[in-house]
């Protein structure tokens, strides 16, 4: 899709309401929606934002971009994420915290991204937080700059998370699950899975 088609189709959007729970529980494992969410949500958990930042690339075709977190002794070392992170003291609002944390782990500027839209929130077990995304826009490709969070910037066209062959399955063993079959987006031919592919996987009911 090109970039200008996309920006009429998003804008026409806005009062669209998202398809939430269900959209998200499309790319999670059978376990989990099994599990009451009394029961793993963790009354201290913290807040933390992601950014779907879409944009045109050098032919203006829709890209969004994701991140490959650097290999750390942590919960999600090496994962595929949207840019983001935790809320600071100083962030006015979750909306900030996800400019704010792109612009530091990826330096676009955080004055020319609009934001569309805020999606569902989603809990991530393992670190304990509560996520909230964002779709953002910006009218042109950024120069992207990885800090020392990121190990791989990955730009991905919008037409691939569209295409239901994008969709797999992985046998994957994780903090609270083992060997299980897990649905996972194949995208640039890196793994997608987890919270962020059940982002994807809301991102990708509220555009069709």
């Given at each position: 899709?090109?970039?200008?088609?996309?920006?009429?189709?998003?804008?026409?959007?806005?009062?669209?309401p998202?398809?939430?729970i269900?959209?998200?529980?499309?790319?999670?494992?059978?376990?989990?929606?099994?599990?009451?969410?009394?029961?793993?949500?963790?009354?201290?958990?913290?807040?933390?934002?992601?950014?779907?930042?879409?944009?045109p690339?050098?032919?203006?075709?829709?890209?969004?971009?994701?991140?490959?977190?650097?290999s750390?002794?942590?919960?999600?070392?090496?994962?595929?994420?949207?840019?983001?992170?935790?809320?600071?003291?100083?962030?006015?609002?979750l909306?900030?915290?996800?400019?704010?944390?792109?612009?530091?782990?990826?330096?676009?500027?955080?004055?020319?991204?609009?934001?569309?839209?805020?999606?569902?929130?989603?809990?991530?077990?393992p670190?304990?937080?509560?996520?909230?995304?964002?779709?953002?826009?910006?009218?042109?490709?950024?120069?992207?700059?990885?800090?020392?969070?990121?190990?791989?910037?990955?730009?991905?066209r919008?037409?691939?998370?569209?295409?239901?062959?994008?969709?797999?399955?992985?046998?994957?063993?994780?903090?609270?699950?083992?060997?299980?079959?897990?649905?996972?987006?194949?995208l640039?031919?890196?793994?997608?899975?987890?919270?962020?592919?059940?982002?994807?996987?809301?991102i990708?009911?509220?555009?069709?």
């Amino acid at each position: 899709m090109d970039f200008n088609s996309f920006l009429t189709h998003i804008s026409g959007l806005q009062k669209k309401p998202l398809g939430g729970i269900d959209s998200q529980f499309k790319m999670a494992p059978d376990i989990r929606k099994e599990i009451d969410f009394g029961s793993i949500v963790k009354p201290d958990a913290k807040s933390a934002a992601v950014l779907a930042l879409f944009y045109p690339n050098q032919h203006n075709e829709t890209h969004f971009l994701l991140t490959q977190r650097a290999s750390y002794n942590g919960t999600h070392s090496a994962q595929i994420s949207f840019p983001g992170g935790k809320i600071e003291k100083n962030d006015t609002n979750l909306a900030h915290t996800a400019l704010r944390e792109t612009y530091e782990e990826t330096a676009v500027p955080m004055e020319d991204v609009s934001i569309i839209k805020e999606l569902t929130k989603t809990y991530i077990p393992p670190s304990n937080f509560w996520v909230s995304p964002f779709i953002g826009t910006i009218e042109y490709r950024p120069k992207f700059i990885a800090n020392h969070e990121v190990s791989t910037l990955i730009e991905v066209r919008l037409t691939d998370i569209l295409d239901d062959r994008a969709v797999v399955i992985q046998n994957m063993s994780t903090s609270y699950m083992k060997k299980v079959d897990v649905p996972c987006f194949k995208l640039n031919d890196y793994i997608v899975w987890g919270a962020t592919a059940m982002i994807l996987s809301e991102i990708k009911d509220y555009l069709k």
